[in-house]
């Protein structure tokens, strides 16, 4: 057979490393960093998880300052006051800390701290031109694997958003330190979780770039993932389920980076831009429902994930493992204790249309998808998971 041609990026490097965070002032330095800036959000300052960074970087002999104001979903105007704070305290570097909010809008500052372009100069695929300032980025959730994409999504309107693709948004360094998601609650543990399956399924999945390289990352995050989230969300305090939860996420990262995500996200960014449910949780509520739309042209793929996540051999044909698999995941689901419909997140039925509407208009992530998706297709697989 035939191998497709690919090309494969990642994070320049890349610290796997319960306790890590201590060496956060010698890690800046190899990055040519003598004064970061940290952008993070008020979440993280609660929490006391800012006071760790801090003191590293104090007990390592640098001085920093921070840029403590990013949103969830962040806008347009968070991004800009974000290069002011950066301009003010006359930063050459970023560390985005947090989770992919925080993340994303440090990429962003980087970039445009250092071209002093305008945002929607920067929109689209590859369409960024120019270096970056030094990166750094420290995932506090085991989720989004945002710490090892070259993407940021920006909220441009009440019910639009932009997106970011530019190699330079890849990170120099991804620090992975469990000691940093320790303070995360179930929920968020089980919906992040969650949403780092979906990455590697999507991209095992896609009809277009799916390669060696991502289909290896993708199995071993899946590994990673599905044998530990049931143990980080029910005993948060297990160093071991953590740090496993965030290096699958990050190789879910890497994978989906090269090999993109389909028609999950697609549907479920409707949910978070009109709902302002969480992007994790989104991805959940729509996921075995369009396994099950794709299983006539994924079923053969699905079946070579099934014993992955599900942790054993399953007997039987293609079908009949699909078919086991996603009963699995809604089991999981519901073990997780997430919420399993979107009429449990009081959606009214009669938008559905709307939401399929919107859908179809992500063609850039439409386009994986192992089956072709149209309005038709979307509300029935609204429909299915009302």
Do not use: W
Not at 21 to 30: E, F, G, H, T, V
Request: charged share 15%.
């Amino acid at each position: 057979m035939s191998m497709r041609p690919f090309v494969f990026n990642s994070a320049k490097s890349i610290i796997n490393e319960s306790g890590a965070l201590k060496n956060i002032a010698d890690i800046c330095r190899q990055q040519h960093i003598s004064k970061p800036l940290i952008v993070t959000d008020q979440g993280i300052m609660t929490i006391g998880l800012m006071e760790k960074l801090e003191s590293a970087l104090t007990a390592g002999g640098m001085e920093f300052s921070s840029y403590p104001e990013v949103m969830a979903d962040p806008s347009e105007s968070v991004i800009y006051a974000g290069l002011e704070a950066l301009k003010a305290g006359n930063n050459d570097g970023v560390i985005g800390f947090g989770g992919g909010s925080s993340m994303d809008t440090a990429k962003l500052i980087a970039l445009i701290g250092s071209t002093g372009a305008k945002l929607d100069e920067v929109y689209g695929v590859n369409v960024a031109e120019g270096p970056r300032l030094p990166l750094v980025l420290i995932p506090t959730t085991a989720g989004t694997g945002s710490e090892a994409t070259a993407l940021a999504i920006v909220t441009t309107g009440e019910t639009s958003k932009a997106v970011v693709i530019a190699h330079q948004l890849y990170p120099d360094v991804a620090l992975l330190d469990a000691q940093l998601t320790l303070e995360l609650p179930r929920h968020i543990t089980a919906t992040t979780g969650v949403d780092a399956m979906v990455h590697c399924i999507e991209a095992y999945t896609n009809s277009r770039l799916k390669n060696v390289y991502t289909d290896m990352l993708a199995k071993e995050g899946l590994r990673l993932l599905s044998s530990n989230i049931m143990t980080a969300a029910y005993e948060g305090d297990n160093i071991a389920a953590r740090q496993a939860m965030l290096l699958g996420a990050c190789l879910g990262g890497q994978s989906f980076a090269n090999s993109p995500v389909g028609a999950v996200h697609a549907l479920a960014y409707p949910l978070g831009i009109h709902y302002h449910i969480p992007h994790g949780l989104s991805n959940s509520l729509v996921l075995p429902h369009v396994m099950r739309f794709n299983a006539p042209e994924a079923k053969e793929l699905y079946a070579e994930l099934a014993p992955i996540i599900m942790g054993e051999p399953v007997d039987g044909d293609a079908e009949t493992v699909t078919d086991a698999l996603i009963t699995y995941i809604e089991q999981l689901i519901l073990d997780l204790k997430l919420p399993n419909s979107l009429q449990t997140m009081e959606i009214p039925e009669s938008d559905l249309p709307m939401l399929a509407s919107v859908s179809v208009k992500y063609q850039r992530l439409l386009l994986n998808n192992p089956r072709e998706v149209t309005e038709a297709d979307a509300l029935a697989i609204y429909q299915a998971a009302y």
